[in-house]
């Protein structure tokens, strides 16, 4: 099993920066692919970024150019630069890991994702 566990998350204003973690342990903890998603207050789930190896990326249209998602396998964390934080970025973030051998088509689909950490809390300000 892969535990996943978030932190970085924080308050802040609009336009402002913050960096989340996620530190993967247990069997492989490192899965091949993995990624972010965000529930904000009063919506469903969405997929925010993901990275399949070291440099696939994928991102969801209301975040490219502005967060960067990245991976450092030799401490097994799994990142997420956010900059330019806008109000609707708030929300609970979580990361999700999917090991190697499954299949995850293209895509930020959070069914593909059998392991979830537990999140952390992002609130922007106006």
């Known amino acids: 099993q892969v535990q996943l566990v978030e932190s970085g998350g924080g308050s802040v204003q609009a336009g402002g920066s913050l960096r989340l973690s996620c530190a993967a342990s247990g069997y492989l903890a490192m899965s091949y692919y993995m990624a972010w998603f965000r529930q904000g207050p009063g919506k469903e789930r969405e997929g925010v970024a993901r990275i399949d190896g070291d440099t696939v990326t994928t991102y969801a249209d209301s975040v490219k150019g502005r967060f960067t998602i990245s991976r450092d396998n030799a401490e097994n964390i799994l990142y997420l630069q956010m900059n330019a934080l806008k109000p609707e970025d708030t929300a609970m973030y979580y990361c999700?890991?999917?090991?190697?051998?499954?299949?995850?088509?293209?895509?930020?689909?959070?069914?593909?994702?059998?392991?979830w950490g537990q999140g952390t809390q992002v609130s922007v300000s106006a």
């Open positions: 999700a890991a999917a090991p190697g051998w499954s299949y995850v088509p293209l895509g930020l689909d959070s069914r593909h994702f059998p392991h």
